[in-house]
């Protein structure tokens, strides 16, 4: 069979072309797990704990069993004799003393720790049924004292939720150098001190999660289809310490995935129950959650308490920061849970700021509330955020502009090895801060806000900078792959979860290999089809996944270079590689194409495949300046944001459109964290009071101003494409960038501090608080 032509190649990296995968998206085509048809397929309804701490006295599954349609009820007893291991945490963190991380069972034992642990699942014909048996379940409780507020649950006499964590405290981390900061703030002229709350927020992906498990006895292997961000580590876990198997006999795929934001890397309870009733029945099993049971059953995000203080010198120069971090971790230790507020937020405490001392020091506590681990920024945006409130607090307090204050203390000389050990190599730090001034209109404030006031408002602007430091996990593995239909198949360890991977990999490879990008196929999120991979996290994909594609696509026309030399009876030095052809210099005729050259080598039983695995490891530094106005009615609290800037810098845009779309969703979720969105938990009870988008407000298109993002290209050299990640960075620059310009518009009533979100009944209260009547 002839392939079909392809259309002539073009210059790919640096065009803004549309996703690729969007055609089928937009033609309902896309394949979810939803989407998956499963012949023979049970399905599973798990029963949740609605006690947020409580001893199990007793379980009686056996009316739920004798139900029409069940199949199997499963329970931690069951679990148990089939030797399942716990869900393991494997974040690699250096505490100072030895990190406690209690076993997590797919199924609770003995005691539920938070509402929605699930303490039995019912696999019936069908949802319906399962959901009626898992309601005849009789669980006998003996409710306990809960606790849901991290810095309560270390006092004395707080309810104890492990018997090897007293006091709830799993760690105590540090990093930085105590002397130093200890000098510095001794000799320092200012020092300002602020106490901070990151809230609690949720990933509230457009898909929630689900998974399919099957189980072939031929063969004795599993197969998970799950809505995931990292196969190869969901894989790893499971077959390592839960399913107790080799790997080869453990496949996991991630269809096409509806939003993760960091909360879908992980191995969860219904993962493992799927897999094991599978086995036990001999038939698929299939999961989907509802709405209810992402906010009950899906890690969560933030949730730090935080007393800052910055050292300045007489001529406000920083000179020291030292930041106290108490972290909830929730009830479990989820997978990669401590490292959301140690090693992550590590990297890049202290902002873009020269600072020559820092120390941070972290308590890790339980608490009885839903795991916590990664989303967007993970740790990141809380660093950023106390580095920048404290600027701002500082400009205030010594009477400068903020912009000024910020521009004495801007790293400016380059590469710059900042107090905690990160190596930044480039930036334009000062002039993005001036690019922003000018393109927000600061010069036009003072008229917008008399404007403003004329109308009975107040009107505030916000400035913030912001640093990531972007890698995930490091190294990657790719390959390139010449099947026989003429494609060119990209495979990579990274993940795409909506970021249009399967468009910009294709794009890079088209320009390296001079072929159109209609010439190749994304292959991804399938242990089987791909040996090994990080997934997605951390902004990491273009940057590590970029370089092994980069690598890989080098082996592939070394390979091509020395075939092409034997058929074009040529010294391989003599050869010239352009628009995917190999012509002999001097004598263009003579040549032949690389698809060409990959069937002969496929004939010959020797094919052009390739593949590599990474050791990259080098950060990069995705940087800005962001601006922000917001208006307020004093009476009412009401807050209206009415215009946003961002000049970022994300080194060598592939795709400019997709960066802009990755920046605008960072943005938003950024915004989102300020103005609206907090997980609440009764103080008391600890139970879940924003179960649904009823309590738990996302901001929605007309809370969003137009966002007017500029983006500055400062190639890294850190790896070969010059690109920083992108993914986060939105997420990292907007709450303190809002939270500024809300302290602006209220300062002059008084108020000096406000904790995120920033709601109209919070800003309400505030402005009586400081102006009673």
């Given amino acids: ?170 760690y105590r981390f540090r990093k930085g150098d105590p002397a130093a900061v200890t000098a510095a703030f001794a000799r320092a002229a200012s020092i300002i001190s602020l106490d901070l709350v990151n809230n609690r927020v949720t990933a509230a992906p457009m898909e929630p999660r689900a998974a399919i498990g099957r189980y072939d006895p031929a063969t004795q292997s599993f197969l998970l289809e799950a809505t995931g961000q990292g196969v190869h580590a969901m894989r790893d876990q499971l077959a390592d310490s839960i399913l107790r198997l080799p790997r080869d006999r453990v496949r996991v795929v991630a269809p096409d995935v509806g939003g993760g934001f960091g909360a879908k890397n992980f191995v969860f309870p219904e993962y493992v129950l799927v897999l094991v009733a599978a086995r036990r029945l001999g038939r698929p099993v299939r999961w989907t959650g509802d709405r209810t049971e992402d906010f009950l059953a899906t890690v969560q995000g933030r949730d730090n308490r935080t007393r800052a203080r910055l050292a300045l010198d007489e001529a406000g120069r920083f000179l020291g920061l030292h930041v106290e971090t108490v972290a909830n971790l929730g009830a479990y230790m989820s997978s990669s849970g401590p490292g959301s507020s140690t090693t992550a937020p590590g990297a890049a405490m202290g902002g873009l700021y020269a600072i020559p001392a820092v120390l941070m020091e972290v308590q890790g506590v339980f608490t009885n509330t839903v795991p916590i681990d990664a989303y967007r ?55 993005n801060l001036d690019r922003a001034m000018q393109a927000a209109d600061i010069a036009g404030f003072a008229a917008r806000r008399a404007a403003a006031e004329a109308r009975g408002l107040l009107r505030g602007l916000g400035l913030a900078c912001f640093l990531e430091t972007s890698r995930g996990a490091p190294g990657e593995w790719a390959a390139v792959r010449f099947p026989a239909d003429g494609s060119v198949e990209l495979a990579l360890g990274t993940q795409s979860n909506g970021q249009g991977h399967e468009t910009s990999f294709p794009q890079v490879a088209a320009d390296l290999l001079g072929l159109p990008v209609e010439a190749f196929r994304l292959v991804q999120a399938d242990t089987a089809a791909v040996a090994r991979g990080q997934g997605h996290g951390g902004a990491r994909s273009l940057h590590m996944g970029g370089e092994a594609l980069v690598r890989a696509i080098d082996a592939v026309l070394a390979k091509a270079r020395h075939l092409a030399a034997q058929l074009l009876q040529a010294d391989a030095a003599a050869l010239e590689f352009a628009a995917g052809r190999f012509a002999v210099a001097g004598d263009p005729g003579r040549g032949i194409g690389l698809l060409d050259l990959a069937a002969a080598a496929r004939e010959a039983s020797s094919p052009l495949d390739a593949e590599v695995d990474s050791d990259l490891d080098l950060v990069t530094f995705p940087n800005g300046c962001q601006i922000a106005e917001v208006e307020i009615d004093p009476e009412t609290g009401l807050l209206h944001l009415d215009r946003y800037t961002a000049v970022d810098d994300y080194g060598r845009l592939i795709n400019p459109m997709l960066t802009l779309g990755q920046v605008q969703g960072g943005l938003a979720q950024g915004i989102g964290q300020a103005l609206f969105e907090e997980v609440a938990y009764d103080p008391d009870s600890a139970q879940l009071l924003t179960a649904s988008f009823m309590d738990y407000v996302l901001p929605r298109a007309a809370d969003l101003p137009p966002l007017d993002i500029r983006l500055v290209e400062v190639p890294t050299q850190s790896n070969r494409l010059g690109v920083k990640g992108s993914g986060q960075a939105g997420c990292i620059g907007a709450p303190q960038t809002v939270m500024h310009a809300v302290l602006d518009a209220l300062a002059p009533l008084g108020v000096t501090t406000l904790d995120m979100p920033v709601t109209p009944a919070k800003i309400w209260g505030a402005i009586r608080a400081a102006r009673p009547a």
Avoid at 403 to 414: C, D, G, P, Q, V
Wanted: hydrophobic share 50%; net charge negative; proline share 10%.
């Fill in 377 to 431: 920024g993970a740790g990141k945006p809380e660093a950023n955020y106390a580095i920048e409130r404290l600027v701002d607090l500082a400009a205030r307090r010594l009477g400068l502009a903020p912009a000024e204050l910020r521009r004495r203390n801007l790293i400016a000389e380059f590469p710059y090895r900042t107090a905690m050990g990160m190596l930044v190599d480039g930036g334009e730090f000062t002039a």
């Fill in 1 to 170: 069979m002839t392939p079909p032509a392809l259309p002539a190649p073009v210059a790919e990296r640096g065009t803004s072309r549309r996703r690729l995968e969007d055609d089928r998206f937009l033609r309902g085509a896309g394949r979810f797990v939803e989407d998956i048809p499963v012949q023979g397929a049970l399905h599973a309804v798990l029963l949740r704990s609605p006690h947020a701490h409580a001893r199990i006295l007793s379980l009686d599954v056996a009316a739920a069993r004798a139900m029409p349609g069940v199949q199997l009820v499963l329970t931690a007893a069951e679990l148990r004799e089939e030797g399942i291991g716990p869900l393991p945490c494997t974040a690699k963190v250096a505490t100072e003393t030895p990190l406690i991380a209690p076993p997590r069972p797919a199924l609770a034992e003995g005691a539920v720790r938070h509402v929605g642990d699930p303490v039995a699942c019912v696999i019936a014909e069908t949802a319906a049924a399962a959901r009626d048996a898992a309601e005849a379940i009789a669980v006998e409780y003996e409710i306990l004292p809960a606790v849901a507020d991290a810095a309560a649950a270390l006092a004395p006499g707080a309810p104890q939720l492990w018997p090897e964590a007293p006091g709830n405290l799993s």
